[in-house]
């Protein structure tokens, strides 16, 4: 397993969630990105961090959710804050390098009361 997503849950609306991503044997890594699917919804991207540093978020999570690595630890992580129903989704860790794109298996994050 090249990536191995973790920390999904159910929350209520306004709590936090962090989200982790453990990567295995993949070189050369440009941007590690979070994207999310929700039934009945295409997957969209949430997130990402380039190999410098630089971090973009979609719109919708823009203030509420950071991206982070660890490269040391070979780990990205999704803070996720103010979770809010439209969030609940399957949440897929994903690296982009000069080979292409490694996704990861997904984890279930469900914000309901």
């Known amino acids: 397993v090249q990536l191995q997503a973790s920390g999904g849950g159910l929350v209520q609306p306004g709590e936090s969630l962090k989200l982790s991503c453990l990567v295995s044997?993949?070189?050369?890594?440009?941007?590690r990105a979070w994207y999310r699917q929700a039934p009945g919804s295409q997957r969209e991207w949430v997130a990402s961090i380039d190999a410098g540093g630089t971090t973009r978020y979609a719109d919708s999570v823009k203030g509420r959710f950071t991206i982070s690595r660890n490269v040391r630890l070979n780990t990205m992580y999704l803070q996720m804050n103010s979770l809010r129903p439209e969030d609940t989704a399957v949440y897929y860790c994903?690296?982009?390098?000069?080979?292409?794109?490694?996704w990861g298996q997904g984890t279930q994050v469900t914000v309901s009361s």
């Open positions: 994903n690296t982009k390098n000069a080979w292409g794109d490694v």
């Open positions: 044997n993949i070189s050369g890594i440009k941007i």
